[in-house]
C-alpha cells in the first residue's frame, strides 16, 4: 500500500489532489494500492477517487495521521505528504517508521527521504539546509512536473475565440467572476466564448447562475469535470492561475496569460513569466483592469505574441516528470532482486514474450508458438552455458536477464514486463549482476532500440562496433 496524505476542500482546492492522483495513477499500474488519508472527502472528491480507483480514509485531524499509519504497518510501504499544514514535526514522526515523500513549492524545512518541488527553475540548493535528513534527496524544476497522462495526446486547435478561464476548481475567491466582469465592458461586442469549468463546490457556480441572464458575454459552465482535456482542444487562449493547471495547459500548447491569487503560486508565475513562457499580470489584489484587457486584446488580434509565448514554452513541460518521480521511489518501496528461473515460469516468460512490442528488436522477432516456447523454455533450463534471472520488486516478477555464456565473455538481454518499463529496474537488476559477478559483459543492441542503448551505457558499457555493446568488470 502507498498512503498519500493531502485535502481537497472548498479553500485548498483540488492542485494538491490532482498531482497526487498522478503518482497514485501510475503506482496502481504497478499494481500497489494507494490509500489517500484526508480530513475531509467530499461528494465531489469521492466520486474523482473511485472513478480512478482509488481508496480513502477520512481523519478528524492530522495529529490522527501517525495511529492510522502504525495500525496498517505491515501493508504500508512508502508515504507520501502534500500538505502546507503538515510541518516536519507530523513528518518526523512518520520518517521514523516508514519512507516518506514530501511535496512541497514553498521551500520549507522537512524530515523525508525525498523531496519533489515542481516549480519551474526551483533549483535543489534551496532546500538543502532545510533537510532534516542529510540523506534526502531532492528533485527540483520543470523535469519534475506531474502531468497527468490523459493529456499526452491533446493540443489545442488554436481557437482564440474559445477562452478558457481557470482559476481552480473550486475558485474560493470567484476570481474568476471577478475576471469577467472587468472584460465584460470591452469584450461584449467580440464574439468570444468563455469556458468555465468549476466543481459543484465553488461559489463561483451559484453566483454564475444567479447572474447568467445579466451577462452580456457569451459565458459556457461545465461542473465537476474529470479532467479538461475537451476545454484544452477548443480554446485556443487561457487566464488562469499559475497553480498546476497552467502547467497542463502550456503542455497541451493554450496561450497563457497569469494571474497570481495565492502566495504559494508566485514564484511559479515569476518564473514561468521570466522564461517568456506566459504572461504574469500580477496578483489579483493589485490587478490593472485596463493591462488585462490590453493583454488579451493583444493575443487575439496579434498573432506573434502568442507564437512566441508557445515557442518559449516548448519543452518547459516534457510529460515525463511522473515517471522520473516514480523512478526515484522505487528503491524506497523495495529494493530490487533476482532469483534463478524456474519450470513454475514458462507461463510467465511466454506471457512477457507475447506483449505488444517485446520482441521488436530480438533477433528473431517473431513471436513463438506455446510448443516452441516450451521447447526453447527447457533447453534454456538444461543448458549449462546459460543462466536466466528473474527480476522480482515487490515480491512479484517484473522481468527477466539472460547470460549466455560465450568463452570469457557473457552476453546479455534484458525483458521488463510492459507496465514496468521506463522505472529503471532493468539497469538496477544488471547492476546486481556486475557487482556480484566481476566478469566481462556483451550486448548486441539493434540500432534503433535507444532505450537499450541508453541502459547499457549507463552503466558503462562501451561501443564494440556493429551494434556490440562491452563491459569488463573482471578483476
Known amino acids: 500500500m502507498i498512503v498519500i496524505i493531502c485535502d481537497a476542500t472548498r479553500q485548498i482546492g483540488y ?8 503518482l497514485a495513477g501510475l503506482y496502481r499500474k504497478l499494481g500497489l494500492l494507494v490509500t489517500f488519508l484526508m480530513r475531509e472527502a467530499t461528494p465531489v472528491v469521492r466520486m474523482l477517487l473511485k472513478d480512478r480507483d482509488m481508496e480513502f480514509a477520512v ?3 492530522h495529529g490522527q495521521c501517525r495511529p492510522y499509519l502504525v495500525e496498517k504497518k505491515d501493508r504500508i510501504k512508502l508515504v507520501i505528504i502534500d500538505h502546507y499544514e503538515i510541518g516536519a514535526d507530523i513528518e518526523q514522526e512518520i520518517f521514523a517508521i516508514f519512507p516518506v515523500v514530501v511535496m512541497d513549492d514553498l521551500c520549507r524545512s522537512h524530515w523525508c527521504h525525498l523531496l519533489v518541488d515542481q516549480t ?105 469535470l474529470p479532467d479538461l482535456c475537451p476545454l484544452y482542444e477548443i480554446c485556443g487562449i487561457a487566464i488562469g492561475a499559475p497553480g498546476t493547471s497552467l502547467l497542463e495547459r502550456i503542455y497541451c500548447g493554450l496561450i497563457n496569460i497569469v494571474i497570481v491569487v495565492a502566495p504559494n503560486q508566485r514564484q511559479v508565475g515569476e518564473n514561468i513569466s521570466r522564461q517568456g513562457a506566459a504572461l504574469c499580470l500580477g496578483e489579483i489584489s493589485s490587478l490593472d483592469p485596463l493591462l488585462l484587457t490590453r493583454t488579451l486584446t493583444q493575443m487575439i488580434e496579434v498573432p506573434a505574441v502568442g507564437k512566441n509565448l508557445q515557442k518559449q514554452a516548448i519543452g518547459l513541460v516534457d510529460g515525463n516528470g ?5 523512478k526515484e521511489t522505487i528503491d524506497l518501496i523495495s529494493p530490487v532482486s533476482l532469483r534463478l528461473v524456474n519450470e513454475n515460469d514458462l507461463e510467465l516468460l511466454y506471457k512477457w514474450q507475447h506483449e505488444k512490442g517485446a520482441r521488436r528488436y530480438f533477433r528473431k522477432p517473431d513471436l513463438p508458438t506455446k510448443k516452441e516456447h516450451r521447447l526453447w523454455f527447457d533447453r534454456m533450463l538444461s543448458c549449462d552455458y546459460v543462466t536466466i534471472h528473474i527480476i522480482e520488486w515487490c515480491n512479484g516478477a517484473i522481468g527477466y536477464i539472460r547470460l549466455n555464456c560465450n568463452g570469457s565473455k557473457n552476453e546479455v538481454s534484458v525483458l521488463i514486463a510492459q507496465k514496468f518499463q521506463g522505472l529503471g529496474f532493468a539497469k538496477k537488476a544488471l547492476e546486481k549482476i556486475i557487482q556480484t559477478q566481476k566478469q566481462c559483459y556483451t550486448a548486441v543492441v539493434h540500432p534503433e532500440n535507444k532505450a537499450s542503448i541508453g541502459l547499457f551505457s549507463s552503466l558503462g558499457f562501451q561501443s564494440a562496433g556493429k551494434g556490440e555493446y562491452v563491459y569488463d568488470a573482471a578483476p
Do not use: W
Not at 152 to 160: F, H, T, V
Open 322 to 326: 511522473p515517471a522520473r518521480v516514480i
Open 15 to 22: 492542485g494538491h489532489l490532482k498531482r497526487c492522483l498522478v
Open 120 to 224: 519551474p527553475n526551483c533549483k535543489a540548493h534551496t532546500y538543502e539546509k532545510k533537510m532534516f535528513n542529510p540523506s534526502a534527496r531532492i528533485l527540483s524544476g520543470s523535469n519534475f512536473i506531474l502531468i497527468d497522462p490523459v493529456y499526452d495526446k491533446i493540443k489545442s486547435n488554436g481557437d482564440k475565440t474559445n477562452i478558457l478561464i481557470s482559476f481552480g476548481a473550486t475558485d474560493p475567491e470567484q476570481v474568476a467572476l471577478k475576471v469577467l466582469d472587468i472584460l465584460e465592458p470591452f469584450m461584449a461586442t467580440k464574439g468570444l466564448v468563455f469556458h468555465l469549468p468549476l466543481s459543484s463546490m465553488s461559489p463561483c457556480v451559484e453566483e454564475l447562475e444567479k447572474r447568467r441572464d445579466s451577462f452580456r458575454l457569451d459565458i459556457r459552465l461545465y461542473r465537476d
Open 59 to 61: 481523519i478528524s485531524d
